[in-house]
């Protein structure tokens, strides 16, 4: 069974004023953070707009990151959508465009299953592909959870083999680490990026981390210096990352993040309306935390 690990980007969809998909921007934002050694790229997730995207976009996302990583680390495809029935028909799809190391499905959002529920949907999804699968819990953009009692229950499940944590709670993430220290083939990612170097020290396997797209040369800084055992450079490299995740809160996600990529020199395009442009002012804040972090290149 494959097994997950490392720093993983949850890579934008780069789209014009017109909603369209710009191919190329997304190579080379796939290429932006392949230069910086991350271990796999992440599309179709809530950073990657899926929730806006139609399924023939969907569909080509996942042809161009697969054609365009080669084989050079896994791609990881979002497969989550508001019922189960069109879950599974996403799920369906990456595994028939073929490619995709992993899917990562997200709880439900706009509704609020139960737990029972979420276990259904779960086997559901995990039954209707023969890809392997890793839960996505984001309560603060789905309002609704998976307890760590619900991600043991779910992890009997053959093709289930793990769950990224986007909870914002490191006591959550730290129950689903206890809870699964003896499942050998499920991993718990940090799907916070604040909390990468936490998660690590307590058994996280890595993280599923937007701020990737902007400065992939941190996070994965973070995760080889906890590997190498040089805790100290991990734990200072986080506390470095700590603006940049901040400073999300300057616009709406995830625009905030293209306005990033523009200002490192990568178009990615807009965010879907209703996001609309950031101020003046939040824009020159952006552009400051940026530079702090020596990535920013506009000329």
């Known amino acids: 069974m494959f097994r997950t690990s490392g720093i993983i980007p949850a890579l934008v969809t780069p789209l014009d004023e017109q909603g369209n998909l710009m191919e ?119 309002h609704n959870s998976i307890m760590p009692e619900t991600a043991l229950k779910l992890s009997d499940v053959d093709n289930i083999i793990g769950i990224k944590d986007s909870s914002g709670s490191s006591e959550r993430m730290d129950k689903y680490l206890e809870l699964t220290k003896n499942i050998k083939d499920f991993s718990v990612l940090c799907g916070i990026d604040t909390f990468i170097y936490h998660g690590l020290c307590n058994g996280t396997k890595g993280a599923i981390a937007s701020s990737a797209n902007m400065a992939p040369k941190i996070s994965v800084g973070i995760y080889n210096a906890f590997m190498n055992g040089d805790r100290e450079k991990a734990e200072e490299l986080q506390k470095k990352l700590l603006p940049l995740r901040n400073a999300y809160a300057l616009g709406t996600f995830p625009g905030v993040i293209k306005e990033a990529l523009r200002m490192i020199g990568i178009d990615a395009g807009v965010a879907l309306k209703p996001v609309g442009p950031m101020s003046a002012e939040n824009r020159e804040k952006l552009a400051q935390v940026l530079k702090e972090l020596e990535v920013y290149n506009v000329k």
């Open 24 to 142: 190329g921007a997304l190579k080379n934002v796939i290429d932006y953070t392949l230069e910086a050694g991350v271990h796999g790229v992440f599309v179709l997730g809530s950073t990657g707009e899926i929730y806006g995207l139609s399924d023939k976009q969907k569909q080509r996302v996942i042809e161009v990151t697969v054609e365009h990583v080669n084989g050079r680390v896994p791609v990881y495809a979002g497969a989550g959508e508001i019922t189960t029935s069109n879950t599974m028909k996403t799920a369906q799809m990456a595994e028939k465009v073929g490619g995709v190391s992993a899917l990562s499905v997200i709880t439900p959002y706009f509704i609020s299953p139960t737990q029972d529920e979420l276990v259904e949907h779960y086997k559901a999804v995990a039954d209707s592909v023969k890809m392997p699968i890793i839960l996505y819990g984001c309560d603060g953009r789905a």
